[in-house]
């Protein structure tokens, strides 16, 4: 049972570009978190989403940052107009629907280091 | 706002003497606590979670963590420290009010000296 999976691993953009980051959560996992984590830094929450549904987006950015899980195919960390403060490693989690019977754990993927020069 | 703590940036343990690494919380209600290392330009990996009952966890690798409710505290713990336990260490918290999202410490540094 693969994990969760990014790619790319690493990312190279300049200013102004967008980034793509893309995340495939591991085999019936329906729930996908994205967090950042800056230079010595712990990791920052971002966004939780469903299948085709946004249900937590209070850790992104106002502006140039959006994230969406179509029905099919992987999430998608988009970052237009890159700056070189988003430079950072951008992780993904997964986690299965809850089954009510407690906490699922959220299992992170290996990252995608994004550098902007 | 739930919050968590890591008091201190770098643990240096002798191999084969136990080792604690610190984290205490703050969250409105009952917590749930989590342990996660980081191996270098790797991901994330679980180590345990507490959700309720005993307050003694035991998770991979040898590691268990006690919590301790008065003091708001989830130390990791380990009887014996190898040199392959050196890493960078998270604990994160989440509450039990539906909220999912991780909030996580700003990471511990264990060094295991051979």
């Known amino acids: 049972n693969a994990g969760v999976m990014q790619n790319p691993r690493h990312l190279v953009r300049r200013r102004g570009q967008e980034a793509r980051l893309r995340c495939s959560p591991m085999?019936?996992?329906?729930?996908v978190y994205w967090y950042r984590q800056l230079p010595e830094e712990g990791l920052k929450f971002m966004v939780y989403?469903?299948?085709?549904?946004?249900?937590?987006e209070s850790g992104m950015p106002k502006e140039r940052f959006s994230a969406e899980f179509p029905k099919e195919g992987p999430s998608i960390l988009r970052i237009q107009q890159v700056v070189r403060g988003d430079s950072a490693a951008y992780f993904c989690?997964?986690?299965?629907?809850?089954?009510?019977?407690?906490?699922?754990?959220?299992?992170f993927g290996p990252g995608t280091r994004l550098l902007v020069l | 706002a739930q919050s968590v703590a890591q008091p201190e940036d770098q643990v240096n343990v002798a191999e084969g003497n136990p080792l604690t690494v610190k984290c205490t919380y703050s969250?409105?209600?009952?917590?749930?606590l989590f342990w996660y290392v980081q191996y270098p330009n790797r991901g994330l990996q679980f180590l345990l979670k507490?959700?309720?009952?005993?307050?003694l966890v035991k998770g991979s690798y040898g590691f268990e963590a006690e919590f301790n409710k008065s003091q708001t505290s989830f130390h990791l713990k380990k009887p014996s420290a190898l040199v392959s336990d050196s890493a960078l260490y998270f604990c994160?918290?989440?509450?039990?009010?539906?909220?999912?999202?991780?909030?996580f410490g700003t990471g511990t540094r264990l060094t295991i000296i051979p």
């Open positions: 989690a997964s986690s299965p629907q809850r089954t009510g019977k407690g906490l699922e754990t959220q299992y």
């Open positions: 507490y959700i309720t009952g005993d307050n």
């Open positions: 085999k019936g996992h329906s729930h």
């Open positions: 989403l469903q299948k085709e549904n946004i249900i937590d």
């Open positions: 969250v409105s209600g009952n917590p749930y």
């Open positions: 994160a918290v989440r509450d039990m009010k539906g909220n999912e999202k991780l909030t």
